[in-house]
C-alpha cells in the first residue's frame, strides 16, 4: 500500500512539474495559474504526509496530510473559478475547511474509524468536485464552456471514483484501522483515483491549452481586424483624395453633380442622392441634383424647403442650422405614415444622411444620401462624408465663381466687340467721309484751276485789246469812244479782282488747317499794319485789349479774317469825322470760350436785313458807297467755321457794327 | 552769231497777239516760233513730224510755255522736254494765267526755271514780257551743247 501511495506521489510530483511549467510559461497571460500550482502544491504535500504515515507522528501524517489535500482540492476549484472569472466565495471555503478539519480530527483522535473517515473524506470531496462540475457545466459563460469540457469529465469520472470508495468501504468495511493495510479493493480505488489525478492535470493543460488557443486566435482576428479597418481607411482616404481631385477638375455644377455621385456610390450605398443649394437670404434649398436608383430626376420637380433657422426641426433643417452631419433612421415607417403612396411592392429608402457643405463656415447646401438599409449610416461614416460633402461644396462655390468670371469675361468681351464694330463703322464712316472730302475737294480744285485759267485768259485779251485800241488808235477816238474803252478797261480789271477773291475763298476751304497757339494782340497789330498800308490817307483809332489774350489757330487764316474785318471797319467808317475801331477779346462764363470781337463806330446796318450778310456776293451797301465785292466776310465765316468755331454780328444803322467770332477747341 | 530764238507754246490765238504786241513793244525783235500744241512744241524741239529734218542742235534760247494746251498738256511737254537728253538744260519759262499753287508746285518738281503768272492788266503783261526777255535773252548765260 505504501508503494501504490509512493508511486501516487512520484506522479503527482511529474504533475506538479507540468503544472509549474504551465504556470511559469502562462502567468502572465491567465488568471488561476497560480491556484493551480498552489493546489498541486498542497495535493502533493498531502500525499507527501500520507505517504509518511508511521515515520512522522500520526497529527502531521493524517491530520494534515488529508487537510492539505483537500485545501488542493478547495483551491483547485477555487483555481478553476478564477480561469473563468467567476466570483469566489473565500469566506464560506474558510468556514467549511475549518468544520472538515472538526470533524476528522474527531474520527482520527477521539472516535478513530477508518471507515467513516473515508466516508466523510469521500463525501466532503464530492461535494468540492461538484461545486467544480456546477462552476464548469452552469456558472461559466457558454463560450468559455468547451474549455471546460475534458475537467468536466475527469470531475464527473472522480465523482464515480469517490461513489464506488463510499459504496466499497460501506460494503467492506476496513477490516483494520491501519492505513497501509488497507484491501485489494482500496488499493484498485487509490490506484484510480492515482489514474484521475493524472487525467486532470491532463485535462487542466488541454484546458489551458485550449484557452492560449483561443486567446491567439481572438488576437489575430482582432489584428486582422484593425488591418482591414486600417486598409478601408486608407481605400477611402484615397478616395476622397481623388475626390477632392476630381473636383477640382470640374468646371460646371453638372459636372461637379456626377462627379459627386460617381465618387459617392464608389464609398458607401446611396442608391438616392440629392444636392440642394441653400439661399441663406432666402433660406430655402433647392434642389439642384436628384439621382434616385442611378437614375436623374429633373430637381425643378422637387418643391424648394424654406428653413426657418430658429425652428428648424427636420432632419434637413438641423442639418443646415448645425451645419452638421443628421441621421435619420427608420426612413420607410416614417414615409408610410406621413402618407407616402407607395406602388405594389415597392421598397421605401429606409436610412439617410443629410450633411451640410460647409465652405469657410458658410453652408453652400446640403448634399442628402439615402439608403434602403435599415440603420445603416454610422458616425463614423459621417465623419469622412462630411469631408465629401464640403468638398463637393467648395467645388460648387468655385463653379459658381467661375461661372462668374466666365459671364463677366463674356460681357466684357461683347462690349468689346460692341464697341470694335462700333469704331469699325465709325472709321468706315470717317474713311467714307474724307474720300467723299477729297473728292469735293479735287472738283473744287480742278473747277478752281479751270476758273483760274479759262476766266482770265479772256479777260485778258479783252483787256489786251482794249489796250492796243487806246494807245495805237487814240487820235482815231473822240473822247466819248475813249471813255467806253476806260470802262472795259476798269471792268476788265474788277472782274479780274474778283476771280482772285473767289480763288481766294476756294484756297481758303482747300487749305490745310495749321493750329498753334497765338498772341491775339500780335496779330491784330500785324493785320492793322497791313490794313493801315492800304488806306494810307485815313486816320483811325484803334483800341487793343490790354491784357494778353492766347489763341489757338492758323496764322495765316486768321490774319485773313482779322485784316478782311479790320478793312470793313476801316471802310464803313470813313464818313465819320472820328473814326473808331475795337479789338476786344473776354472769356465767355456760360461757355468757357473766348469770344473775340472787332467792333466800328462806323455806319453799321438794319439787323432785319442782314440775314445773308455772310454768303459770298452779298452787299449791304452800294459799290459806289463802299466799294467791294461780298467775298470778305463769305472768307471770312468760311475761314471760322473751319476752325469749329462761330461768327455772329450786332449792328444797327448809324450806330457801328460788331462782329464776334470763336474759334472752336483744338483738336 | 545767229539770232536768239523764242519758242512761245501757246494755243490761244490771242494770248499769242498779245504777247506778239508785247514782245513789239518791248522792242525785242528776236524770231518767234509759236507752237499751237503740245505736240507741235516736241514736234519742234525733237525735229520730228512737220519738223522732221530740223537742225536740232539750234534751239531756242527760251521757251515760253502755257500750261493749258490742247491734247498734251504744259507741264506733260515740260516733263518730256526734261526727259530728253538734247532739251534737258532748255530754258524753260512758265507763262500761264493759272496762280494755283499746286501747278507752281509741280511746274518746278518737273525742273522748270522760271514761273510767270499772266496779268490781266496788259500794261503790267508787256512789262512782264520785257524783264523776261531782258533776262532770258541778255543777260542770262545758256547752257552749250
Not at chain 1, 487793343?544 to 476801316?570: E, F, M, Q, R, Y
Request: hydrophobic share 45%.
Amino acid at each position: 500500500m505504501r508503494t501504490i501511495i509512493i508511486s501516487y506521489m512520484i506522479t503527482a510530483s511529474i504533475c506538479l512539474a507540468v503544472i509549474l511549467a504551465l504556470w511559469l510559461q502562462n502567468r502572465r497571460r491567465l488568471a488561476g495559474l497560480s491556484m493551480f500550482a498552489v493546489s498541486y502544491i498542497f495535493q502533493f504535500g498531502g500525499l507527501l504526509l500520507m505517504a509518511l504515515r508511521d515515520l512522522v507522528p500520526d497529527f502531521l501524517s493524517i491530520l494534515l496530510g488529508n487537510a492539505a489535500l483537500m485545501l488542493g482540492n478547495i483551491l483547485l476549484i477555487i483555481a478553476l473559478h478564477l480561469f473563468f472569472d467567476r466570483p469566489v466565495w473565500k469566506g464560506h471555503t474558510v468556514a467549511v475547511s475549518i468544520l472538515f478539519l472538526v470533524i476528522f480530527y474527531y474520527f482520527t483522535f477521539i472516535s478513530p474509524n477508518l471507515q467513516i473517515r473515508i466516508i466523510f473524506f469521500s463525501l466532503f470531496q464530492a461535494a468540492v468536485f461538484a461545486m467544480g462540475i456546477w462552476l464548469i457545466a452552469r456558472q461559466t459563460a457558454p463560450q468559455d464552456r468547451p474549455e471546460g469540457r475534458d475537467v468536466l469529465l475527469v470531475l464527473g469520472m472522480q465523482l464515480l471514483l469517490i461513489g464506488a470508495r463510499v459504496v466499497v468501504n460501506l460494503v467492506f468495511p476496513p477490516a483494520s484501522q491501519q492505513f497501509f493495510a488497507s484491501g485489494t479493493a482500496d488499493s484498485v480505488l487509490i490506484l484510480s483515483t492515482e489514474m484521475l489525478f493524472i487525467a486532470t492535470t491532463f485535462a487542466l493543460v488541454m484546458m489551458v491549452n485550449r484557452r492560449l488557443h483561443r486567446q491567439m486566435e481572438a488576437s489575430l482576428a482582432t489584428r486582422i481586424e484593425a488591418e482591414n479597418g486600417l486598409a478601408q481607411k486608407n481605400l477611402l482616404q484615397e478616395r476622397l483624395g481623388r475626390l477632392g481631385h476630381d473636383l477640382a477638375a470640374a468646371r460646371s455644377l453638372e459636372e461637379i453633380f456626377s462627379v459627386a455621385e460617381g465618387s459617392l456610390r464608389e464609398m458607401i450605398d446611396c442608391p438616392n442622392i440629392a444636392i440642394t443649394l441653400f439661399d441663406s437670404q432666402t433660406a430655402t434649398l433647392a434642389p439642384a441634383f436628384i439621382s434616385a436608383d442611378g437614375e436623374r430626376i429633373d430637381p425643378n420637380l422637387a418643391p424648394p424647403l424654406v428653413i426657418d433657422p430658429a425652428s428648424a426641426v427636420s432632419g434637413r433643417g438641423l442639418a443646415v442650422t448645425s451645419q452638421r452631419a443628421v441621421v435619420q433612421h427608420d426612413l420607410a415607417r416614417l414615409s408610410r405614415e406621413g402618407g407616402a403612396v407607395v406602388l405594389g411592392d415597392q421598397r421605401l429608402p429606409d436610412s439617410a444622411v443629410y450633411l451640410p457643405m460647409v465652405v469657410e463656415g458658410e453652408t453652400v447646401g446640403l448634399l442628402e444620401l439615402q439608403s434602403y438599409r435599415s440603420a445603416y449610416y454610422t458616425p463614423q461614416d459621417c465623419e469622412w462624408l462630411a469631408v465629401a460633402a464640403n468638398q463637393i461644396g467648395l467645388g460648387i462655390q468655385n463653379a459658381r465663381l467661375l461661372a462668374r468670371l466666365q459671364r463677366t469675361v463674356e460681357e466684357l468681351r461683347q462690349s468689346q466687340g460692341e464697341v470694335e464694330r462700333l469704331n469699325a463703322t465709325l472709321e468706315q464712316r470717317v474713311r467714307d467721309r474724307t474720300a467723299e472730302l477729297q473728292a469735293a475737294n479735287k472738283e473744287l480744285e480742278s473747277f478752281a484751276s479751270a476758273v483760274s485759267h479759262d476766266l482770265r485768259a479772256p479777260l485778258r485779251a479783252m483787256a489786251g485789246f482794249a489796250d492796243a485800241l487806246a494807245s495805237d488808235y487814240r487820235e482815231r477816238m473822240d473822247e466819248q469812244g475813249l471813255h467806253y474803252l476806260e470802262r472795259i478797261q476798269a471792268n476788265a480789271e474788277r472782274m479780274s479782282q474778283l476771280i482772285e477773291d473767289l480763288l481766294k475763298l476756294s484756297r481758303v476751304s482747300r487749305q490745310e488747317l495749321n493750329r498753334q497757339d497765338l498772341d491775339f494782340c500780335r496779330l491784330a497789330a500785324e493785320a492793322l499794319e497791313e490794313v493801315r498800308a492800304a488806306y494810307p490817307g485815313r486816320d483811325v483809332q484803334v483800341s487793343l485789349p490790354i491784357k494778353h489774350c492766347a489763341v489757338n489757330g492758323d496764322p495765316l487764316l486768321l490774319k485773313v479774317v482779322l485784316t478782311n474785318l479790320l478793312d470793313n471797319a476801316w471802310k464803313y467808317t470813313a464818313p465819320r469825322p472820328q473814326a473808331h475801331v475795337w479789338l476786344e477779346c473776354r472769356l465767355d462764363k456760360k461757355s468757357g470760350q473766348r469770344v473775340f470781337c472787332v467792333r466800328d463806330n462806323g455806319v453799321g446796318f438794319d439787323m432785319s436785313k442782314a440775314g445773308n450778310l455772310f454768303a459770298p456776293f452779298q452787299r449791304l451797301h452800294s459799290t459806289r458807297e463802299f466799294p467791294g465785292n461780298g467775298i470778305g466776310l463769305a472768307t471770312v465765316q468760311r475761314i471760322i467755321q473751319r476752325h469749329g468755331g462761330n461768327i455772329w454780328v450786332e449792328a444797327a444803322v448809324d450806330q457801328g457794327a460788331a462782329f464776334y467770332f470763336t474759334l472752336g477747341e483744338s483738336r | 552769231m545767229k539770232q536768239k530764238i523764242i519758242l512761245l507754246i501757246e494755243d490761244n490765238p490771242s494770248d499769242i497777239e498779245l504777247t506778239r504786241r508785247a514782245l513789239n513793244k518791248a522792242h525785242i525783235m528776236n524770231e518767234l516760233i509759236v507752237a499751237e500744241d503740245g505736240q507741235e512744241a516736241l514736234d519742234y524741239l525733237m525735229g520730228t513730224g512737220k519738223y522732221a529734218g530740223r537742225d536740232t542742235r539750234e534751239m531756242p534760247a527760251i521757251t515760253l510755255l502755257d500750261l493749258k494746251l490742247p491734247g498734251i498738256d504744259g507741264l506733260e511737254v515740260l516733263r518730256r522736254i526734261r526727259a530728253d537728253e538734247r532739251t534737258r538744260r532748255l530754258p524753260v519759262v512758265i507763262l500761264t494765267s493759272s496762280n494755283e499753287e499746286s501747278d507752281i508746285a509741280r511746274g518746278y518738281d518737273l525742273g522748270v526755271n522760271s514761273y510767270i503768272r499772266k496779268p490781266v492788266d496788259f500794261r503790267q503783261f508787256a512789262e512782264s514780257i520785257q524783264q523776261l526777255g531782258l533776262y532770258w535773252l541778255v543777260l542770262n548765260e545758256p547752257p552749250t551743247g
